[in-house]
């Protein structure tokens, strides 16, 4: 189904809106094909479609069409009182890179749900964002200790109510397997349909889980790093299960085609 600019479902029987944001960069110059973000979004969509949330799908959208899109929706009067942001694609440290090679600060990203935004109905919900992309070129290979560094401090929306989560730390890559995308965005996936913790709790044992794979297969390691601004436990699976609202609904822009690459790649 195509995305509508000028229409959002009615989310009263949702417990909240994701968000997914996807890049391939098909075509795209000076950026590599990322073929596993495709199953990154459709991941992360059956899983907030399990946690019962309505999703929304933007894909491969250049700069001015991911911004008019992302304003669209957060000045509409959304009635769900949680939102998930989720971006799968190139990055560099505080910045995202779009289909159309153009880039945006991350803060942009955040500043589209601020209430500093006039008519923004957002301010009362509480907001999630999951960035899956490089933050660098730098690649740990475990050789010395580390705990991923300073955490820099990002400008978020003023509403304390805000979890924001990283697949790597400040200057680093971040990876995806052929045919199974994002190594952390799929652990995150995982653990967010089986586990009824908290989802800070959550997302310490992706942490867990991600440094025992890097251990496993061999690979440089990856570690995530959140900033919780959250001001009450969020168990969203524990509510999935006690709520009932209507199937889910998604919508999303056009695709461009898959192509199969085997290796291992940083984003």
């Known amino acids: 189904m195509a995305y509508q600019q000028d229409f959002i479902p009615n989310l009263n029987n949702y417990n909240g809106l994701a968000v997914l944001v996807g890049m391939d960069y098909y075509s795209t110059q000076n950026h590599d094909h990322l073929p596993g973000t495709e199953i990154d979004i459709r991941k992360m969509g059956e899983t907030f479609s399990f946690l019962k949330f309505a999703v929304i799908k933007l894909i491969n959208l250049g700069k ?25 694609g190139h990055g560099k440290l505080g910045e995202l ?10 803060e942009e990203l955040f500043d589209n749900f601020s209430p500093s935004k006039t008519g923004n109905y957002q301010l009362a919900k509480l907001q999630m964002y999951f960035i899956d992309t490089c933050r660098g070129d730098a690649v740990d290979h475990g050789i010395y200790t580390s705990r991923g560094g300073k955490l820099n401090k990002n400008r978020v929306p003023t509403n304390s109510n805000t979890l924001i989560a990283y697949s790597t730390t400040a200057h680093h890559k971040a990876f995806e397997r052929t045919g199974s ?19 800070t709790e959550i997302l310490v044992d992706v942490n867990r889980h991600l440094k025992s794979e890097c251990q496993r297969s061999g690979i440089p390691f990856q570690t995530a790093e959140f900033i919780s601004y ?11 299960l006690n709520s009932h609202p209507q199937l889910g609904v998604t919508l999303m822009s056009e695709s461009a085609p898959i192509i199969q690459m085997i290796y291992l790649s940083s984003r």
């Open 181 to 199: 995308g994002g190594l952390w965005l799929n652990l995150l996936a995982r653990e967010l349909e089986q586990s009824d913790k908290a989802i």
């Open 64 to 88: 001015d069409e991911l911004i008019s899109k992302l304003s669209f929706i957060a000045h509409c009067d959304i009635t769900c009182h949680r939102i998930a942001v989720v971006f799968s």
């Open 97 to 106: 890179i779009l289909q159309d090679g153009k880039k945006i600060k991350t």
């Open 230 to 240: 959250l001001t009450e436990n969020l168990y969203l699976r524990k509510e999935a």
